[in-house]
């Protein structure tokens, strides 16, 4: 249980164009999903907490008309990056929360990343 | 704020020995949680330890948590190559939900 799925795996686009990054919970629902960043031989970076039905709580620096979250159902976040530019190139993750886990332990379930590598 | 801070930064046994990997962070905490990465790929959630919580084990795994010196640490015993990877540690601060990961110990086991 608890499966964090993400596609596509790996994407190559060119400068300037849009890419969009899926991010589902498999068998579970997810009322809060989170998006990170990883660049190689890093720690994940928190970018944003997706909320389903609302609007998503960026983190400081994080450009949100260049990252734009959806979370529209609750198996469902999708992140996409606008106008991609090479130093966009990296290692997104996303996670979400079970909203049935009411042990208040603040688990979270990954999903097995997508690399991006923009041209 | 980036808290979390492993150390060492890297590690790198012989197949069968112990490894252990340190956490230090700065503020309260609802949990602690250590994570594994293989190279390229996604997160692991190996083991979380609540912050009433002085010590935890899971197989081969044995996690201590010091809410004192808020401090936390990961005991790999008997040591295999398969457990080559990055470990990071993660912490819920207060009542928030977000976690921060700390920049994480890359472990070598060399067969």
């Known amino acids: 249980g608890a499966v964090v799925s993400q596609h596509p795996s790996r994407v190559i686009c060119k400068s300037g164009t849009s890419v969009k990054i899926e991010c589902r919970s498999l068998d579970f629902q997810a009322t809060t999903m989170f998006w990170y960043r990883q660049f190689p031989k890093k720690s994940l970076m928190l970018m944003a907490t997706s909320n389903e039905g609302s609007k998503a709580t960026y983190e400081q620096g994080v450009e949100k008309d260049k990252f734009l979250i959806n979370h529209a159902s609750l198996t469902l976040s999708t992140l996409t990056v606008t106008s991609a530019h090479p130093e966009d190139s990296s290692f997104y993750i996303c996670s979400a929360r079970d909203m049935g886990d009411y042990r208040g332990l603040y688990e979270q379930y990954f999903g097995p990343g997508t690399r991006l590598t923009v041209t | 704020s980036q808290q979390g801070e492993e150390d060492p930064q890297a590690l790198s046994i012989q197949e069968g020995e112990n490894a252990t990997m340190n956490c230090s962070y700065k503020?309260?905490?609802?949990?602690l949680q250590w994570y594994r990465q293989n190279s390229g790929r996604g997160l692991v959630h190996l083991i979380l330890?609540?912050?009433?919580?002085r010590e935890k084990h899971s197989g081969r795994l044995r996690v201590t948590l010091d809410t004192s010196k808020k401090s936390s640490s990961l005991l790999i015993t008997a040591s295999r190559a398969a457990d080559t990877a990055s470990y990071f540690c993660a912490t819920n601060q207060g009542g928030s939900e977000k976690l921060v990961f700390g920049k994480g110990t890359k472990l070598t086991v060399n067969p």
């Open positions: 330890i609540r912050s009433n919580e």
């Open positions: 503020t309260s905490i609802n949990n």
